[in-house]
């Protein structure tokens, strides 16, 4: 018999498929993603997560050997994605959020990902974890910038991150809730730049990629952030200094 009060989140899988007809023969990719169907947990496919992965589902062939972690993955669409594209992916989410992380390597068991590991990695927090994670080429982040109460430490990791890979990229979709809600003073503050990526570039332009039952607006943007070109020169240097 169950404790009260500790039943199990019904979960439920939805499947996902990519497609590509800009060469002679159709390429398609179809990944199974675990639902937390429970409010407490909000660990749904948001719009933003289809967009990013539809940009990397477009770019696979760049993708292969690449290092990349997912931050604050949670259903881990994206990073799911890159692995089955050839990336070398880690996924993370909050080190306290251990129904999170659990999901991560849910979506990992649905997608016969045998090898992708799973860490804790809190926002704004230098951990061991965060410390000790491997170089990396590209950092993920869907729907990151949901809270600005969380906007500072979403960018104090990226930093982090960063600056021990200063030749790295921060790949990232954001719903715009509100025009009131901007981090471009925060980014000016840890000497950070940021390019927008046009969706119409990757085909997500479209309601029906980035639909969603779930209500607010869904409008959805994405950009990549980098060093500073003089903070990541700097970094160099000094790793190529005896």
Not at 181 to 207: G, K, M, Y
Request: net charge negative.
């Amino acid at each position: 018999m169950a404790d009260s009060g500790t039943e199990t989140p019904s979960i439920a899988y939805k499947v996902f498929t990519f497609e590509d007809e800009r060469k002679n023969a159709r390429e398609s990719l179809c990944v199974s993603i675990p639902e937390v169907l429970d409010p407490q947990f909000g660990m749904y496919v948001w719009p933003c997560a289809v967009v990013l992965a539809q940009y990397l589902w477009m770019h696979r062939e760049e993708l292969r050997g690449k290092k990349m972690l997912e931050l604050s993955a949670g259903v881990s669409l994206p990073g799911v994605v890159a692995a089955r594209c050839g990336a070398v992916v880690i996924l993370s989410d909050a080190a306290d959020r251990p129904a999170c992380l659990e999901n991560c390597r849910r979506s990992c068991e649905a997608n016969d990902l045998s090898d992708v590991p799973v860490v804790g990695v809190s926002w704004g927090e230098i951990s061991p974890d965060l410390v000790l994670l491997p170089e990396l080429d590209v950092i993920l982040g869907s729907d990151v910038f949901y809270d600005p109460e969380d906007f500072e430490d979403v960018l104090v990791t990226v930093f982090f991150l960063l600056r021990k890979n200063p030749k790295a990229e921060f790949w990232t979709t954001y719903q715009v809730r509100s025009a009131d809600w901007s981090i471009e003073v925060l980014l000016h503050r840890w000497n950070l730049s940021c390019i927008e990526v046009q969706l119409d570039q990757f085909n997500a332009d479209t309601p029906e990629l980035a639909g969603s039952n779930l209500p607010g607006n869904h409008s959805i943007q994405m950009m990549k952030i980098t060093l500073k070109t003089e903070d990541a020169g700097q970094k160099a240097i000094h790793r190529a200094s005896p």
